[in-house]
């Protein structure tokens, strides 16, 4: 049982590049997060799917769009990437809502862009 | 504002010896509390959650955490550290504002570090 499979694990852009990160949950759930984490600042969450074909904006949207693209996958992608969107990205996923149950995380993306 | 806090930026005990990481939290109405654990290089994985019911929650590797309304604490707990205990543990609360009961609020985040 993969869980929360996140693609790639490393990656260094130049700024203005684009990209787009990939996940994947194998257990049927219907909510699915994209987070980034930063020294000091703790978790924040980008962009969120509550189910299938609904996508809203976290805390820190700017600079990044996703694409629900079926149950299964989340998709982040960073149109022009700056030195600030330099960070350790997760997806995640829960049952239902995040907020009344647990969240599985993927291992992450340590993204650099210079 | 609803906010959760990890007063202590890092915990250092000895092997053996009982441990304690710290939450509060402020949060309108009944709050659904998390904690999570983060192994250097990896993804956060749950430890345990309280929703209602038993003040005192258990969870995964031996961990418990007692919801304390009075003081609005929610502190994580073993009665025996291990070295592999030594990571870095969040706390969480569901944001109960309306629109937002998607997402939880998320603490800084407590490295803890036990010593052999």
């Known amino acids: 049982n993969a869980g929360v499979t996140q693609t790639p694990k490393f990656q260094v852009l130049k700024t203005g590049q684009s990209m787009t990160l990939q996940c994947a949950q194998d257990?049927?759930?219907?909510?699915m997060y994209w987070y980034r984490q930063d020294p000091g600042m703790g978790l924040r969450l980008i962009y969120y799917?509550?189910?299938?074909?609904?996508?809203d904006k976290g805390e820190v949207p700017n600079g990044y769009n996703v694409s629900r693209l079926n149950k299964r996958e989340f998709s982040l992608r960073l149109e022009s990437a700056a030195p600030s969107q330099t960070s350790v990205y997760f997806c995640?996923?829960?049952?239902?809502?995040?907020?009344?149950?647990?969240?599985?995380f993927g291992q992450g993306t340590r993204l650099t862009v210079v | 504002a609803q906010s959760v806090a990890q007063p202590e930026d890092q915990v250092n005990v000895a092997e053996g010896n009982p441990l304690t990481v710290k939450c509060t939290y402020s949060v309108s109405g009944n709050p659904y509390l998390f904690w999570y654990v983060q192994y250097p290089n990896r993804g956060l994985q749950f430890l345990l959650k309280?929703?209602?019911?038993d003040n005192l929650v258990k969870g995964s590797y031996g961990f418990e955490a007692e919801f304390n309304k009075s003081q609005t604490s929610f502190h994580l707990k073993k009665p025996s550290a291990l070295v592999s205990d030594s990571a870095l543990y969040f706390c969480?609360?569901?944001?109960?504002?309306?629109?937002?009961?998607?997402?939880?609020?998320w603490g800084l985040g407590t490295s803890l570090a036990v010593n052999p």
């Open positions: 995640a996923s829960s049952p239902g809502y995040g907020g009344t149950t647990e969240a599985f």
């Open positions: 309280y929703i209602t019911g």
């Open positions: 799917s509550a189910s299938e074909g609904t996508t």
């Open positions: 969480a609360v569901r944001d109960l504002h309306a629109g937002n009961n998607r997402k939880l609020i």
């Open positions: 257990m049927n759930h219907n909510s």
